[in-house]
């Protein structure tokens, strides 16, 4: 958990004044928001958070953060989020956190994204991850067919109490054990088309700067 918190202390400090910032969800995206609500109150920072998730959003309430929704902002200037796996042609998987719609939507609004990880989520291919996809419920048991008759070993994201997760959005989530994934762009294409998906957990070809919490140090790639 040091190592989350280091990178996400430190990304705090691309956020300047004036700036409309798009605030992660997960783990580390959560030390990011808290250093930020520190620096609003002892450094007078002043900026508006566009949030990506109803926890973050409940965090930056207690700290007081001024937030917009996505549809109140021309854009989002920066936005600093999380990641379950950044591979080595930064491509990325997310969703870990079942925050991966509203996300990617922020993203997608975005001028700069910044991904925010420990050096555990750094790999050579996508894949070991498991891949999140939320689908509405209505023919979520079809969608589920067709992704084991593709031999993606699907499984619905559960509740302790065995129950089917929500989200936000009150859409279930199916993660995908996919195994080491050689073709993501042609993968996205696949799961873009399927009726019934809302959004799924690949983000390819959208980070501009990923920071990298190490045990000496956060390294920071420019892509
Ligand atoms: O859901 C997400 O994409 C979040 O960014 C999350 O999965 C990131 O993981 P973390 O909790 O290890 O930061």
């Known amino acids: 958990?040091?190592?989350?918190?280091?990178?996400?202390i430190k990304a705090a400090d691309y956020i300047e004044n004036g700036?409309?910032?798009?605030?992660?969800?997960?783990?580390?995206?959560?030390?990011?928001?808290?250093?930020?609500?520190?620096?609003?109150?002892?450094?007078?920072?002043?900026?508006?958070?566009?949030?990506?998730?109803?926890?973050?959003?409940?965090?930056?309430?207690?700290l007081q953060i001024p937030l917009k929704s996505v549809d109140e902002v021309e854009y989002i200037d920066m936005t600093i989020d999380g990641a379950d796996e950044i591979s080595d042609d930064f491509h990325g998987?997310?969703?870990?956190g079942a925050a991966h719609l509203y996300e990617k939507i922020v993203a997608n609004n975005s001028k700069k994204i910044i991904w925010i990880v420990d050096e555990s989520k750094m790999v050579q291919k996508l894949g070991a991850f498991p891949l999140p996809i939320e689908v509405v419920k209505y023919g979520s048991q079809q969608l589920f067919k067709r992704f084991e008759e593709k031999g993606y070993q699907p499984s619905f994201r559960k509740n302790e109490d065995d129950t089917l997760y929500l989200t936000d959005e009150q859409n279930y989530i199916i993660d995908l054990h996919l195994g080491q994934i050689?073709?993501?762009?042609?993968l996205e294409k696949e799961l873009d088309k399927m009726t019934g998906v809302v959004e799924h957990g690949l983000f390819l070809n959208?980070?501009?700067?990923?920071l990298i919490g190490t045990s000496e140090e956060v390294?920071?790639?420019e892509v």
Not at 41 to 46: H, I, Q, R, S, T
Not at 206 to 210: A, K, L, M, Y
């Open 1 to 8: 958990m040091e190592l989350k918190k280091a990178v996400g």
């Open 19 to 62: 700036m409309v910032v798009g605030l992660g969800t997960g783990s580390t995206a959560y030390y990011f928001v808290e250093e930020v609500g520190r620096r609003m109150k002892e450094e007078g920072l002043d900026i508006v958070g566009v949030t990506t998730s109803i926890r973050t959003k409940e965090q930056a309430e207690r």
């Open 93 to 96: 998987i997310k969703g870990g």
């Open 182 to 186: 050689d073709y993501p762009i042609e």
């Open 206 to 210: 959208c980070v501009d700067t990923v």
């Open 219 to 221: 390294i920071v790639k």
